[in-house]
């Protein structure tokens, strides 16, 4: 019997140069790699809550990296390494991938601290009830958090990823495939330096956010 839900984190691995750089452009390389490693923690840790046992951390370049043997270390989660390709080709085939195996799937990043595990267990809800799909949009355009029952390729094909589209070229693909999705309220994500004021304000980062910001004024 399949699995009736897996919760999908793609993670990259947290080198200095190579995650969060229009955040490094201010506060740094290592500075923007410590608050991403923050984030995925806080990710993982959200994921776990809202579906103990059921979740996968998808790896960039590939599991192999330490960071994520630290992050699954006492726990019951599974490494996999992300396909090549842009955006839109990993994660399709991480959803093909994963329908085959269980009844429906939700699939996060890590750079959105403000999705919880309540709006993990209400997207679950929502496929559980039926949707074809379920979506959390972010307040520059994009999505933070999609939700499946079944794949189809569509919806990731030519996706100006990356700009304030997504979210629109997203409905529209789902209206063109006749989907039946809902929409989780707006969110917002991790990707200026000013995103750090409200960073601060979740519980657990008021702390990461003073270790960066202390040689730059955040406006």
């Known amino acids: 019997m399949p699995d009736a839900l897996r919760i999908l984190v793609f993670a990259k691995a947290p080198e200095p140069g190579q995650v969060k750089t229009r955040l490094a452009r201010t506060i740094g390389d290592v500075a923007a790699a410590f608050v991403y490693r923050a984030m995925t923690r806080h990710c993982i840790d959200n994921a776990e809550a809202a579906i103990p046992g059921g979740v996968e951390i998808w790896c960039s370049p590939n599991h192999r990296h330490p960071f994520f043997t630290e992050c699954v270390a006492g726990r019951y989660m599974v490494l996999r390494d992300q396909a090549s390709g842009d ?3 990993r994660m399709s085939q991480a959803f093909q991938y994963t329908l085959r195996r269980s009844a429906s799937a939700l ?3 890590t750079d959105v601290p403000s ?7 209400v997207a679950a809800v929502v496929l559980a009830a039926g949707k074809d799909a379920v979506i959390c949009p972010t307040e520059d355009g994009g999505y933070g958090l999609i939700g499946l029952r079944r794949h189809d390729e569509r919806i990731f094909r030519d996706i100006a990823w990356g700009t304030n589209q997504v979210m629109a070229q997203t409905r529209a693909r789902f209206s063109a495939l006749s989907w039946d999705w809902q929409e989780l309220p707006q969110r917002w994500d991790v ?3 000013q995103d750090l004021l409200r960073l601060a304000d ?3 980062f008021a702390a990461v956010v003073d270790s960066v910001t202390g040689s730059f004024a955040v406006r």
């Not at 999705?115 to 267990?121: F, M």
């Open 87 to 89: 955006l839109g080709t």
């Open 107 to 109: 699939l996060l990043g």
């Open 115 to 121: 999705i919880d595990a309540d709006d993990l267990r």
């Open 191 to 193: 990707d200026e330096p």
């Open 202 to 204: 979740l519980p657990g």
